[in-house]
C-alpha cells in the first residue's frame, strides 16, 4: 500500500523544473515534495538520448530511496527520451511535462498550427508531433531548437536586446508560418516569456506546460486516492532539495524562482544509484 | 619503466581540448594520443571544485588504464581546480594548461598589465592570478568570466553582432585598465579570437595556453627520456578518442576543428572508474 502522506518526487536536469515544483506547490499544498536537480551534469538539452536515459533512471531510483508515492520528470528533454522506458521499470506513477504540454495547446489553438520551442534534444526526439499527432491528426506542429535561451536566462539576460536579437532569429519561421500556440518546451523559457511574447505578438498564445503538468498530478493522485488530505502544519517538512552539484549555487538561484527558503538542499552522489544497487520497492520489468 | 612508445592522455569537459590535442599533434608528431572529452557531463565551467576533481579523477583514472605516459588536462577550469590535487596522486607526470598560459602571458606583456578571460569556475579559483603572482610579483592581473561565449561558439556564432556585442560588454572593464596582454583561458575562445581581437584592438596581444602547453609538453618529455623517436608511419594506430556521450555529435564537431579523420571516437561509462576499481600502476598517496 502506497503511503498517503509519503511526498512526491520531481527532478530536472537543474534548477528549472523548480518553476514546476512551484505549480505543484500552488496547486496542491498538501503534498510534501522530494526535488533533485542534476546540477553536476547539467544541461540535458544537447546530449544523446542513452545519456539522458541513464541519468534519470538514476534520478528515479534515487527518489524510490526517498519512497515517493509518484514521480514527475520536470524536465522536457528527460520527458522526451527517457519517460517511456523509465516508466514501465517502475510501480509508481510516473507523469512527464510533455504530454500536459501538448493537451494546453490543442485546447488554446484555434488555427491548428502550434509551435513548439525546447532544447536540441527535445526538438529532435520529434516528441511533441507524435503526440499531438496522436491526439489530434488534423493538428500542425512545428519545432524548433533554441539552445542559447538557457544560457541567456542563466546570465540573467531576462529583458535584454541581445535576448530580443536571438528571439527574433530562433522564432521567425514560427511566425512565418502562422502559428497561434506556442508551447514554452523547456523550463527555462517561461522566464523570458515576456520576451519570447513580445516577438511573436499578441495574436500568439504561449503554453507553459508547468500548469498543466501540476493540474494533471492533481487529477492523478485524486483517482488512485493518493491526493494527501492533511493540511500542512508549521514544522512539517514540507519540502526538501536534492543535487549533484555544490548546493550553496543551487540555492542562490532557486531562491529567485520559488520564494520558500531553501534552507535544506543537500548534496548527493547520484552516480552511485546504479542497476546494481539494491532499492526497496524496486520491481524488475526489464 | 615507463614505456616511451606509450600514448598521451589529454583530457577535456568536451570538445574544446581539441584544440591543445591539436598543437599537440603539430609540435610532437611522432607522439600517440588518447583523447577524453567528458561530452556526457558538459560544461565544467559552471560547477563547483569539489565536482570538477571528482569528474577528473575518474578521467585520469580511465587514462592510466590506457597506460599513458603522462597526462595534459586541457581544460582551463580541471586545470584550475583539480590538477593540484590529482597530479599529487598519480605517478606519471601531468600538466595543464594554466601555468603554460601564465608563463607565455609575462613574456608577452610589456606594461605589465594583462588580462584573463574565462569560465566562472576558472575566474572564481583565482588561479591565474596567483600564479602571476609567484612568477612576477610586479605584474598586474584582472580576471573576467565570460560565461555565454562557449555556448555563442557551439552555436556557431564565430562571427556575429550578437558575440560582438557580447564581447564588448565582457571586455570593456579589460580595455578600460588598459591591458596589453590577454590569456584565452578557455580552449573555445580561440575559436572567436577574431571577434575578441577586434574588440581588444590591435595593440593587445591574445595569448593561446594551446600552444606553449604543446611546447612544455614536449620539454618535460625530453627531460624525462620519453620522447617517441620512431616516426608515425601509415596504419599506426596514432590517436585514440574516447568520449562519455554519444560519440556521433563528438565526431561532427571534432572535424571541424580536426582535419584528422576522427573513425574510432567511442563511448565509455566515465563514472565506473571510481576509488575502488583497482587499477595497476595507480600509486596511492593519500
Known amino acids: ?54 541519468f534519470s533512471r538514476q534520478i528515479v531510483r534515487f527518489l524510490q530511496t526517498q519512497k515517493v508515492k509518484a514521480i514527475v520528470a520536470a524536465c522536457n528533454t528527460a520527458s522526451a527520451f527517457a519517460l517511456d522506458e523509465i516508466e514501465r521499470e517502475v510501480d509508481i506513477p510516473m507523469i512527464g511535462v510533455v504530454k500536459p504540454g501538448v493537451k494546453a495547446a490543442l485546447k488554446a489553438t484555434r488555427n491548428g498550427k502550434i509551435g513548439v520551442i525546447g532544447t536540441e534534444g527535445t526538438i529532435a526526439s520529434r516528441i511533441y508531433p507524435q503526440y499531438i499527432k496522436e491526439m489530434n491528426p488534423d493538428a500542425n506542429i512545428t519545432g524548433k531548437a533554441c539552445p542559447l535561451f538557457v544560457p541567456l536566462v542563466e546570465e540573467g539576460l531576462w529583458r535584454d536586446p541581445v535576448t530580443d536579437e536571438i528571439a527574433r532569429r530562433y522564432l521567425a519561421e514560427l511566425i512565418d508560418i502562422d502559428i497561434d500556440t506556442l508551447v514554452l518546451g523547456c523550463t527555462h523559457y517561461p522566464l523570458i516569456r515576456e520576451t519570447i511574447g513580445k516577438v511573436m505578438g499578441k495574436g500568439v498564445v504561449l503554453v507553459n506546460p508547468a500548469y498543466e503538468t501540476a493540474r494533471e498530478l492533481k487529477e492523478l493522485l485524486r483517482r488512485r486516492g493518493l491526493l494527501r488530505e492533511q493540511e500542512a502544519k508549521l514544522g512539517d517538512d514540507m519540502y526538501q532539495f536534492y543535487v549533484s552539484d555544490s548546493s550553496e549555487k543551487f540555492k542562490q538561484f532557486a531562491n529567485s524562482i520559488i520564494k520558500y527558503g531553501i534552507l535544506s538542499a543537500k548534496t548527493i552522489n547520484i552516480e552511485k544509484y546504479e542497476r546494481s544497487v539494491e532499492i526497496t520497492g524496486w520491481r524488475k520489468k526489464y
Do not use: C, W
Not at 2 to 25: C, H, Q, R, W, Y
Not at 45 to 52: A, D, F, M, Q, V
Open 1 to 54: 500500500m502506497t503511503d498517503i502522506n509519503a511526498p512526491i518526487g520531481v527532478f530536472d536536469s537543474g534548477v528549472g523544473g523548480l518553476t514546476v515544483a512551484k505549480e505543484i506547490m500552488h496547486q496542491i499544498p498538501n503534498e510534501r515534495i522530494v526535488y533533485f536537480g542534476d546540477t553536476a551534469r547539467v544541461p540535458y538539452g544537447n546530449k544523446s538520448k542513452e545519456t539522458i536515459t541513464k
